[in-house]
């Protein structure tokens, strides 16, 4: 792969059938929203182009992220909207857990998902243990008890065969958090329990999350079969989700300068992994 080479958006609207937009760090900087972003989603609006909210975002339903970026001046309708909470249902049929008591550190929408899954609440210190933890938010938690307890638990249920599945939605391991401000993401906190457990246990699969989002295939195959063609490019500020995986996915991908990713030139990214690399650098959404 080349370097990347610097484009603007009207390049990529006119050089494919749809755009991914990945949300913080892109559209909004956490808060509020990034220079250019309001008028870009009006224009493409009003001309009708093909275009998608790809976020690992699990915190909210779609349609109170709809609400809060209309707070911010956005007019992104729902169907535009694809998040990594809305594949937690899935996950947890497709694991033959409906029916089974689910812990979910994180907002009720979080928990709204683990239901609509057939799965049943419970809180870490019922009687009854949970089958599922869905680590659906970094906060606000005490992290240290928490992951201490969330350690004894699955440590305990693996010596008896009879292993705690782990969700965590949003791989991301930090998000911006305003500008020049970036808060820990769930994935930070997932992270750390798995490297106690595999130190406590070895390397076991059913000791890992199973993990939704970016840089995984399920939540882009969801966006590309909404878009209904595979002729789409990827946008946002992360290497380790967005970039890798559009690459990982085989989908072309624009990095921006606004949010966690800070290379500005093609030749910065000379000695960046190629799984990291992307094809375009995009300086602004105007």
């Not at 990945?22 to 509020?32: E, K, P, R, T």
């Not at 729902?78 to 990594?84: H, L, T």
């Not at 958090?177 to 329990?193: C, S």
Request: with cysteine; hydrophobic share 40%.
């Amino acid at each position: 792969m080349s370097s990347p080479q610097v484009v603007d958006i009207s390049y990529l609207i006119e050089s494919y059938e749809a755009l991914f937009f990945d949300s913080f760090g892109v559209l909004i900087d956490g808060i509020d929203a990034l220079p250019g972003a309001v008028d870009l989603v009006d224009r493409m609006n009003r001309d009708g182009t093909n275009y998608s909210v790809v976020t690992n975002d699990a915190s909210v339903s779609i349609q109170s992220r709809v609400k809060r970026f209309a707070s911010k001046g956005f007019d992104i309708p729902a169907k535009r909207i694809v998040n990594s909470g809305s594949l937690i249902a899935d996950c947890i049929i497709d694991s033959g857990l409906s029916g089974s008591p689910a812990l979910v550190l994180g907002t009720d929408d979080a928990r709204d998902y683990t239901t609509a899954g057939g799965a049943i609440l419970v809180e870490l210190e019922d009687e009854i243990e949970p089958d599922v933890v869905v680590v659906g938010h970094s906060g606000p938690h005490d992290w240290e008890t928490t992951l201490e307890e969330l350690l004894a638990l699955f440590s305990r249920r693996y010596q008896e065969g009879a292993p705690v599945k782990l969700v965590l939605p949003n791989p991301d391991l930090i998000y911006p958090n305003g500008p020049g401000i970036f808060g820990f993401g769930a994935a930070a906190f997932v992270n750390l329990l798995e490297q106690a457990l595999e130190r406590l246990h070895g390397s076991d699969d059913s000791l890992k999350a199973t993990r939704l989002g970016k840089p995984f295939a399920q939540i882009f195959e969801s966006a590309i079969k909404r878009a209904a063609t595979r002729n789409v490019v990827m946008i946002g500020d992360q290497l380790e989700t967005d970039i890798l995986g559009a690459n990982r996915i085989g989908i072309p991908s624009a990095v921006v300068t606004t949010g966690i990713n800070r290379r500005t030139k093609g030749n910065e990214f000379n000695n960046v992994d190629q799984t990291l690399t992307p094809q375009y650098i995009l300086h602004s959404l105007v």
